[in-house]
């Protein structure tokens, strides 16, 4: 039985479609890029580019959520965040990064698209960008961060990165040493959460190719090869009306929600490979002297349980968060807080159990966990690196104790 | 302005030599290490940038004749009961910088220590090896080669698996030794190494200890091949890499000690490399506490530095009371290798389980804390330039080299409650 088969999910949630998605995506994957990775590593050009193109503008999971007047697909239902999951977790397996950046626009789409709540002002604007042409599109976000700048107007304690004012008919956005969530090396759109002085903040989608954007050079980081990011040393942008999504939290908390599913669901893929990693190692590997197989010692047994239950666990909970978003009136609400809450810590528990399990793998794999010849390596650093976007777990605890206990001054 | 000088260290017994090689460490990493680090993983395979540091290090400061008795030209530290905790302040102040170099310094000795030390100093092999060392100023490096493809753990495990499972075979003839084998991952090869002490057998499939020898070779002897560097997840200034020993021929008195006590001296490269294995996490502890500071410092939370958070402090507290704790007990494994009289022999499997219990536990707590540091950092924790991301990707392994931590697990439990099987 593979991984797939044997590591527990909801088959019945899932529909035909989701799962023969699931399939093209592992076959995709397996082909384009674990079979090619020995030998192009993390090469970003060669392998991590072009690999993302196929995912996104040849397979369509760009073009997911969009309504179908605006050429795109249109599934933008309730069950979309089980579609997401089952894909992102096939694109995770192969290369966390690139189900990284992935669940990004997948977030976004969602935030703009979704039945029920749908922009249209913005999906009009924005739509033919990710439906017609046969570019990927990648799509970065610009969130509050604990900043440097004294006084700087806050959200939920953290700074804005950016501030934004109108202007006639546009909106003026700008921000100095802006570090984005990936890509922004290349990122084809921003979409930036900012502080505007005189009420709601609002989020405003800033096309790569504005004018009065500075990109740094590209940054030397822990893992996710797939998204090269920069700071943004200075934007100072002027965009129309219409790229200005949502004022207020709810929009955010919305994008905020299906983002941090779609990290759920990529820790869930990097746990998924590092199973199979180790599956194989401890059917195959001799200890303890001769005839003594790896699984079979009770202590390295032991951790590959455990190992097998965090991989178990986080895949149950990311399809868990699909199905709180798709019924989101039984959690508070499509937007609110509380969904928002629920999300943030499913996101942190998969990536802190990624991060443990993977962790313990590399225990069990000694010289071998550590080469990259092996390919585990890659899991461990990515997962590092995008639990670290998603905030400081020492501050998020402070959102989930806001929710559960109404603290009043925290 | 607290330092890292304000952590505690046991100044009831560091060595006497301590202010000056620490001030000598200090300096060396300030100027010579720090400004290039960032750029080591990609210097991974030709060591452009990890070079010049090195040959001042060992070369021109002569730290690689440390080991060698005086009379050869050497400082005589392998005959000094100060020698380990001597050793863990130059381990920490490197791997403040890099545990990489750390790494490779600690290994150029192994080599030595089983013919360096009382009371098997092997007089004859010191005389033949220390002009390689100490004749030169270029920097001259050596290697224990015990990893074979099937398994390092097996071979690290004598007391258990008692060198059944050695493939690498050492055949005498006449008055030589012939060498045929394949090592792995020895640190400080890669095309470095100019000698080598290589772990064999001369039974193979034997499981009696007699049988393991170590065997000295030198690199440019025929039938030797290192191959090319490899890929790591970090740990660049540590080079690795297969190599090859076909029909090698050396005399039988590169021989280390002789049968028995070659395999029973391995536990003191095991003891000691356990004790460095934790000044090598204290001093990257160190280095992050200061970066940790500095990030805490100027980064704002609801309107105050972010140290100033009573529950960022929970965490800040957490990291400099491991880092207190895991000084103080390296300092204190560091002592009892040191003094034999009080602890025993540092080969004897007490000592070799002790160590390793310290260090498997330093390790934990390391992977824990610095894991939540970055954390703490969110996007800056992955940042080279912040620094901590790469001490995080290059201490992992020193959970997995000399004993991984199961084996590390399995010898605490044999020797503390003595099992008779695992
Ligand atoms: C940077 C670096 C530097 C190194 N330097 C050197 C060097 O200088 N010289 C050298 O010879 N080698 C060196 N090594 C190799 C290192 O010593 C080995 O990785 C180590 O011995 C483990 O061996 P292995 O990798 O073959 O893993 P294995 O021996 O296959 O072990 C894999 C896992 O099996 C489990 N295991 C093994 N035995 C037992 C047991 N008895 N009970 C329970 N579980 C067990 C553990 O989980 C272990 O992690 C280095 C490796 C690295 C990465």
Redesign the interface.
């Known amino acids: 039985m593979n991984a797939m088969e044997i590591i527990p999910f909801p088959r019945k949630r899932l529909d035909k479609a989701d799962l023969d998605l699931a399939a093209t995506l592992q076959a995709l994957v397996e082909k384009e890029i674990m079979d090619k990775r020995l030998e192009l590593?993390e090469d970003y050009e060669q392998l991590l580019a072009p690999s993302f193109a196929r995912i996104m503008s040849e397979i369509g999971l760009q073009k997911m959520f969009w309504p179908e007047e605006h050429g795109g697909e249109g599934h933008n239902g309730p069950d979309a965040a089980y579609t997401v999951v089952a894909a992102l977790e096939q694109i995770g397996r192969a290369d966390t990064g690139l189900a990284f950046l992935a669940a990004h626009s997948l977030a976004l789409q969602a935030a703009l698209a979704q039945e029920g709540a749908r922009r249209e002002e913005t999906c009009a604007a924005f739509a033919s960008l990710f439906c017609s042409g046969d570019r990927p599109v990648r799509v970065s976000f610009i969130l509050p961060?604990?900043?440097?700048?004294?006084?700087?107007p806050?959200w939920r304690?953290?700074?804005f990165q950016v501030v934004a004012a109108p202007s006639g008919n546009a909106w003026k956005v700008s921000g100095r040493m802006v570090?984005p969530?990936c890509c922004g090396l290349d990122a084809d759109l921003f979409g930036a959460w900012c502080a505007v002085a005189d009420g709601d903040p609002a989020f405003i989608l800033v096309p790569g190719d504005t004018p009065g954007i500075a990109r740094g050079t590209e940054?030397?980081?822990?893992?996710?090869a797939a998204s090269r990011?920069a700071d943004l040393e200075r934007l100072e942008a002027t965009v129309p009306d219409a790229n200005c999504a949502w004022r207020g939290n709810e929009g955010t908390f919305r994008l905020l929600s299906w983002y941090y599913l779609g990290v759920a669901a990529t820790a869930s893929g990097a746990l998924l490979a590092n199973y199979e990693i180790i599956r194989e190692w401890g059917d195959n590997?001799?200890?303890?002297?001769?005839d003594h197989i790896f699984k079979d010692n009770p202590?390295?047994a032991a951790?590959m349980g455990e190992v097998a239950k965090d991989t178990s666990v986080v895949r149950l909970l990311a399809y868990e968060l699909a199905g709180m978003l798709s019924e989101a009136g039984e959690y508070g609400g499509d937007g609110s807080q509380a969904l928002y809450t629920m999300a943030l810590m499913l996101a942190h528990q998969a990536c802190a159990s990624a991060?443990h399990a993977i962790?313990r793998t590399?225990?069990?794999m000694?010289?071998a966990?550590?080469?990259?010849?092996w390919q585990l390596?890659r899991y461990?650093?990515d997962v590092?690196?995008m639990?670290?976007?998603l905030?400081?777990?020492?501050?998020a605890?402070?959102d989930f104790a806001r929710w559960f206990y109404d603290t009043v001054t925290l | 302005m607290r330092s890292i000088d304000d952590f505690t260290r046991p100044l009831e017994y560091i060595s006497p030599m301590d202010g000056l090689l620490g001030s000598i460490f200090r300096e060396w990493v300030e100027k010579e290490v720090i400004p290039y680090r960032?750029q080591f993983?990609e210097d991974y395979r030709e060591h452009h940038l990890i070079h010049p540091p090195f040959k001042k290090l060992l070369g021109e400061y002569g730290l690689q004749r440390m080991i060698f008795p005086e009379d050869l030209g050497g400082w005589g530290m392998g005959r000094s009961n100060y020698m380990c905790v001597a050793a863990f302040r130059m381990f920490e102040e490197i791997a403040r910088a890099d545990s990489g170099m750390a790494l490779a310094f600690g290994a150029l000795f192994w080599p030595f220590l089983f013919i360096a030390l009382e009371p098997h100093e092997n007089r004859r092999l010191l005389e033949e090896f220390a002009p390689m060392f100490c004749e030169t100023t270029e920097p001259v490096f050596a290697a224990l080669c015990m990893?074979e493809p099937?398994?390092?753990?097996?071979i690290e495990?004598v007391e258990?698996?008692k060198g059944?499972?050695i493939q690498t075979t050492a055949v005498k003839d006449g008055d030589e030794w012939v060498i045929n084998g394949h090592k792995?991952?020895p640190s400080n090869t890669g095309g470095l190494a100019k000698l080598m002490a290589v772990v064999c057998t001369t039974n193979p499939g034997s499981d009696d200890p007699r049988d393991i020898a170590v065997i000295f070779v030198k690199d440019d002897m025929p039938g030797v091949t290192q191959g090319p560097p490899?890929?790591?997840?970090?740990?660049a200034a540590d080079m690795n890499s297969d190599i090859w020993f076909e029909n090698v021929r050396v005399p039988l008195w590169y021989r280390a000690i002789g049968p028995g006590d070659d395999a029973k001296y391995f536990g003191e490269v095991m003891a000691t490399g356990n004790m460095g294995i934790i000044a090598w996490i204290s001093g990257a502890m160190m280095n992050i506490y200061e970066r940790l500071s500095e990030y805490t410092s100027?980064?704002?939370?609801?309107?105050k530095p972010?140290k100033e958070?009573d529950?960022?402090a929970?965490?800040l507290a957490d990291f400099a009371a491991n880092i207190e704790n895991i000084r103080i007990v390296g300092y204190q494994c560091a002592r009892m290798c040191d003094r034999h009289d009080l602890y025993g022999p540092l080969w004897h499997p007490r000592l070799v389980a002790k160590m390793r219990a310290q260090r498997y536990l330093a390790m934990d707590r390391f992977?824990d804390v610095t894991?939540?540091v970055?954390?703490?950092?969110?996007?800056?924790?992955?940042?080279?330039?912040w620094d901590v991301?790469k001490h995080?990707?290059d201490l992992?392994?020193l959970?997995?080299?000399e004993g991984?931590?199961?084996l590390c697990?399995?010898e605490v439990a044999r020797w503390f409650y003595e099992c008779e099987t695992l």
């Open positions: 590593k961060a604990l900043t440097e700048e004294e006084g700087a806050e304690g953290k700074g570090r969530t940054l030397k980081k822990t893992g996710l990011n590997r001799v200890i303890k002297g001769k202590l390295t951790v991060e962790n590399m225990e069990l000694a010289s966990g550590y080469a990259k010849e390596e461990w650093r590092k690196a639990q670290c976007h905030g400081a777990y020492e501050l605890k402070h | 960032r993983d990893t099937q398994g390092g753990s097996d495990n258990i698996v059944t499972t792995l991952w490899y890929e790591k997840a970090g740990m100027r980064k704002r939370y609801r309107g972010l958070d529950g960022v929970g965490l992977i894991g939540r970055m954390n703490l950092m969110e996007a800056y924790g992955t940042d080279r330039d991301e995080w990707r992992k392994i959970q997995l080299v991984s931590k199961q697990q399995i």
